[in-house]
């Protein structure tokens, strides 16, 4: 007999009781915050009154318009309560420190100068709280002397990554807008996580980083691991997809657009690739024959597959390709993702209502799924300041009398 | 083993010293989502099935003939301990069974055919141990018509939209292998959520991640951006000098034929600087404006600084832009970060004497905890290195028994 599986709470939600302050600009910081947000966590983002996070600004990408809703700020932003608070004023910092006192976690993106400016370094904001997580994401590590600016891609050309891939001769390549901060962020709310597993144990908070750095350093692990073990130029240095070290699994041109042939080395994968493609005497050629071989003559052999499989469609080669049991993906585009039933069906793909355009849209979804907890978009990002007086109000406990010194102040606006 | 590479900041606590894990996992991507816990002090136990395991070692140890080691193995299984035993006997079965009773996480990437034959479904577990956190990665997640597609990153990178748009106009479409480790954060994202929630409430839950969500989520700016903007430049290559900021985002080519790399996004901030550096005038009126620069005049500042960066070698452009505080770096390869003493400081790359290979240098740890530090505490084990050991302290069972399971080959003790 099987149990029945146990019932979810359609409500329940995995970080429920966790709250945390944001005080994070762009991507990384953020992205870190969203994650924790989707599952559940009260993330109250700090934002300066004038102009906030400056990721609200953003007008352009690609050198093309953003259009009619910034998807920029409000997709990153998700879930969150938005607190304008001016820290240059003595009230924006008591209604801070306040705020530290009553979470569990302080996340932040800024510079370590413009922490330290407010006041708001790990050693004082621990002695207000000491159950406090304390979360940076950094650009080159918490240790050591580096101290320069850290966008993501000046530090992705730093890693070795970029220079790593693409035709040989081709510039280095980028893997993408905000690839490494999405890995630092996320592995920002791993180490939160991870301090608040300890605290449950120790009742204490402690200090947690996760840089740029260190992150896309990570990132690059499957070439970078091979390059530290045998400091080869192998792992290290571009490498034409004419002269693969493994010919099966390459990418090949077809009559309208590129597949990506995922086959193993052995001989029987061998012998259903030459199958799909139907050419008998390809299969029969002595350059071929046995992995060796067919590693030694990859440049012939990838010559000869070039010339068949430019023959036809790629539709057409994946119809062949299924009774063989040869692995292959057609290479897609961003459009092609964007109506992937296998991403709707995953929750990789939502819609979600838009205030600002009062209309659905299309947004990124839930990256891990969790079963009885799912993630949830209860609504996109707010707007500067929005939920000002009610945190000040139900969360810190201030009367309306002390917030209307804080307004006349303009602690808050 | 020493981890020798520096004097290891950050307290010796284990976070998740209280963790008991089951790792049945065979690829890269989940063992990297176990080693995180591993690293943090869970006792990970890595569930290696007999006899497969012997080939797959043996598989992974030649995937580099010239190195003649896994180390790709080394970083993912650091910190955890191996039990090799064969899950068709009965008493191997057995003893996943107890062990089931035990953990608090079960991580596996087999398929779902496989697991559903051994009675290792979710559904098949959770009656009994309705607190136990069960996560699984694939390939493409548990719905849709994909579900069942094999575990490759090649596959999912392929569907995700990327690769087309990675290189220059006119070069093959670029794969870039980063999908594995954005997957595996993500799986141990998921398993400390889940066991957050189990803390709070006493359930567990199933968690999943793939190798789909995993590319899809490094990806997330320019899919949010198509999926609010659309448009032709999300879907082919944009030339470098065609770039939207001549001052961010581009690559420019040095005298030696290296790159330098600008990240310069506020234009009126960087441009005082970049104008001194290239010797131009800053306030030269072709470029005198945020809106000019990036605007009327933005090709024309493209082959300008194209014109400049071609006159001096990369490590003269990088004196200059470090002293200048720009925000800038050359491009650089691996041997870079092999030797940076910031990566070496930080602990993302680690130096050591390692008990069979002798020194070497591997993947440290991305991410610090101030009073529970990732640490090296052991490196990857050898096959059924921990077998007698674990099934003697997790499941009590006698020397006698032990050494009777590992005559019959039910189980393989190192």
Redesign the interface.
């Known amino acids: 007999m099987t149990p029945d599986r146990p019932k979810g709470d359609a409500a329940a939600r995995a970080l429920a009781g966790i709250r945390v302050v944001d005080l994070t600009v762009w991507f990384q910081g953020p992205v870190a915050a969203q994650l924790l947000a989707d599952f559940g966590a009260e993330v109250i983002k700090v934002e300066r009154p004038q102009g906030g996070d400056p990721g609200r600004g953003v007008r352009s990408i690609r050198a093309l318009p953003v259009g009619d809703w910034n998807q920029y700020f409000l997709v990153i932003n998700r879930n969150k309560k938005s607190v304008a608070l001016d820290l240059k004023k003595p009230g924006g910092r008591a209604i801070m420190d306040r705020l530290v006192e009553r979470s569990d976690v302080f996340l932040s993106n800024l510079g370590a100068e413009s922490l330290a400016a407010w006041d708001l370094g790990y050693e004082r904001l621990c002695r207000l709280n000491p159950r406090l997580v304390y979360a940076t994401t950094t650009g080159y590590g918490p240790f050591g002397n580096v101290d320069k600016p850290s966008f993501d891609m000046t530090v992705q050309a730093l890693t070795g990554l970029m220079a790593r891939l693409g035709e040989p001769g081709e510039p280095p390549i980028y893997l993408g807008m905000g690839s490494g901060d999405a890995c630092g962020g996320l592995l920002a709310a791993l180490g939160i996580l991870l301090a608040l597993h300890h605290r449950r144990r120790t009742g204490r908070g402690q200090r947690v980083d996760a840089s740029l750095y260190g992150a896309q350093l990570f990132l690059a692990a499957p070439w970078l691991q091979g390059y530290l073990a045998t400091g080869s130029d192998r792992y290290s240095k571009q490498r034409s997809r004419k002269t693969p070290e493994r010919p099966l699994r390459n990418t090949f041109p077809t009559r309208d657009g590129w597949l990506f042939l995922c086959m193993g080395e052995d001989d029987e994968s061998w012998s259903r690739v030459c199958g799909a493609v139907g050419d008998v005497d390809l299969e029969k050629e002595a350059l071929f024959q046995g992995a060796e071989q067919r590693r030694r003559h990859a440049q012939q052999l990838v010559e000869r597959l070039d010339a068949i499989l430019a023959r036809r469609t790629a539709s057409e080669w994946m119809e062949r390709f299924e009774p063989y049991g040869v692995l292959a993906s057609p290479i897609r585009t961003l459009a092609d993702l964007a109506r992937d039933p296998q991403a709707w069906a995953n929750e990789y793909l939502l819609e979600t209502w838009c205030e600002e355009v009062r209309r659905w849209v299309a947004i990124r979804g839930f990256p891990v799924g969790l079963g009885a907890t799912p993630g949830r978009v209860d609504s996109l990002g707010p707007e500067l300041g929005e939920q000002t007086e009610l945190v000040l109000l139900e969360t810190l406990g201030y009367s309306w009398d002390e917030i209307g010194a804080f307004k006349e102040e303009r602690a808050i606006p | 083993v020493g981890d020798v590479s520096d004097a290891a900041?950050g307290?010796f606590?284990r976070?998740?010293?209280?963790l008991l894990v089951l790792d049945l996992t065979t690829e890269?991507c989940s063992g990297?989502a176990t080693g995180?816990l591993a690293d943090?002090g869970a006792l990970v136990v890595r569930v290696e099935e007999l006899p497969a395991a012997r080939e797959r070692r043996a598989r992974a140890r030649d995937a580099?003939p010239?190195?003649g080691?896994d180390?790709?193995g080394?970083?993912a299984h650091r910190n955890k301990r191996s039990l090799a035993v064969d899950l068709e006997a009965a008493p191997g079965a057995e003893i996943l069974r107890g062990l089931l009773r035990r953990a608090d996480a079960l991580v596996t990437d087999w398929p779902r055919a496989r697991l559903e034959e051994r009675g290792l479904a979710?559904?098949?577990l959770?009656?009994?141990r309705?607190d136990l956190v069960y996560a699984r990665a694939s390939g493409?997640?548990?719905?849709?018509?994909?579900?069942d597609l094999?575990a490759?990153d090649?596959?999912a990178?392929?569907?995700?939209?990327?690769?087309?748009?990675?290189?220059?106009p006119g070069?093959?479409?670029?794969?870039?292998?980063?999908g594995?480790?954005?997957t595996a954060?993500?799986?141990?994202?998921?398993v400390?959520?889940?066991?957050?929630?189990r803390?709070?409430?006493g359930?567990g839950?199933?968690?999943?991640?793939?190798l789909?969500?995993?590319n899809?989520?490094?990806?997330?700016?320019?899919?949010?951006?198509?999926?609010?903007?659309g448009?032709e430049?999300?879907?082919r290559p944009?030339a470098?000098l065609d770039?939207?900021?001549p001052m961010?985002?581009v690559?420019y080519?040095a005298s030696d034929g290296r790159?330098v790399?600008?990240?310069m996004?506020e234009t009126d901030r960087w441009w005082p600087g970049l104008a001194g550096l290239a010797g131009l005038d800053p306030a030269d009126p072709r470029f005198d404006s945020h809106e000019k620069r990036?605007g009327a005049s933005r090709l024309e500042l493209i082959r300008v600084l194209e014109d400049v960066f071609r006159r001096r070698p990369a490590s003269e452009w990088k004196a200059e832009l470090?002293a200048r505080?720009?925000?800038?770096?050359?491009?650089?390869?691996?041997?870079?970060?092999?030797e940076?003493?910031?990566?070496r400081?930080?602990r993302?790359?680690l130096a050591l004497d390692h008990p069979s290979r002798g020194p070497?240098?591997?993947?440290g740890?991305?991410?610090?905890?101030?009073?529970?530090a990732a640490r090296l505490r052991s490196p990857a084990p050898a096959l059924g290195q921990h077998s007698a050991q674990l099934l003697h302290e997790l499941l009590g069972f006698p020397e006698a028994r032990i050494a009777e399971l590992a005559a019959s080959g039910v189980i393989e003790s190192a």
């Open positions: 900041p307290g606590a976070a998740l010293g209280d890269f990297v995180f943090f580099d010239e190195a080691w180390f790709l080394e970083l979710y559904r098949d959770s009656g009994a309705p493409f997640g548990p719905k849709g018509p994909d579900r094999p490759l090649e596959l990178a392929a569907r995700t939209g990327m690769m087309p748009i990675l290189p220059q070069a093959p479409p670029v794969y870039a292998a980063a594995p480790m954005y954060a993500l799986l141990a994202f998921g400390l959520a889940a066991l957050h929630h803390a709070e409430t359930t839950q199933e968690v999943d991640a793939s789909l969500a995993g899809m989520y490094g990806a997330s700016l320019d899919l949010q951006a198509y999926l609010a903007m448009g430049r999300f879907l944009l470098r770039a939207g900021n961010s985002g690559l080519r790159w790399c600008l990240t996004p990036c470090d505080r720009l925000s800038a770096d050359v491009v650089e390869e691996f041997a870079f970060p092999a940076d003493p910031q990566a400081r930080n993302y790359v070497i240098k591997t993947l740890f991305p991410i610090f905890l101030s009073e529970a």
